[in-house]
């Protein structure tokens, strides 16, 4: 069993920045792929971001967000920029034991409860 517990999340401008944290504890595993996904009003989760040993980002997010991990905090950051009124929506971070790039949802067992990100123009 894996928890996660996101943060970071709030109101910022158009053309903002937002760093959010992911802390995960319980049975990470040694190797495992943590991602952001995000769901905005009305609409599906969609993937955002993952890390592996590789870093994979749809191409909405791709040059404006960065994911990273720290492994001795067991934590998975991701830092946005140039954010945009479409980046609205309730970002949240999951964790998968397979090693390596997905952007299934169906493949990541653990979820955190998410945290609001509003970019107002």
């Known amino acids: 069993q894996v928890q996660l517990v996101e943060s970071g999340g709030g109101l910022v401008q158009a053309g903002g920045s937002l760093r959010l944290s992911c802390a995960a504890s319980?049975?990470?595993?040694?190797?495992?792929?943590m991602g952001w996904f995000r769901q905005a009003p009305g609409k599906e989760r969609e993937f955002v971001a993952s890390?592996?040993?590789?870093?994979d980002y749809a191409d909405s997010v791709k040059g404006r967000f960065a994911i990273s991990r720290d492994n001795a905090k067991s934590t998975v950051y991701l830092q946005m920029n140039s954010l945009k009124p479409d980046d609205t929506a309730v970002y949240y971070c999951?964790?998968?034991?397979?090693?390596?790039?997905?952007?299934?949802?169906?493949?990541?067992?653990?979820w955190g409860q998410g945290t609001q990100v509003t970019v107002s123009s």
């Open positions: 999951a964790h998968t034991t397979a090693w390596g790039t997905t952007r299934r949802q169906a493949d990541f067992g653990s």
């Open positions: 890390i592996s040993w590789r870093t």
């Open positions: 319980g049975r990470t595993g040694v190797t495992y792929t």
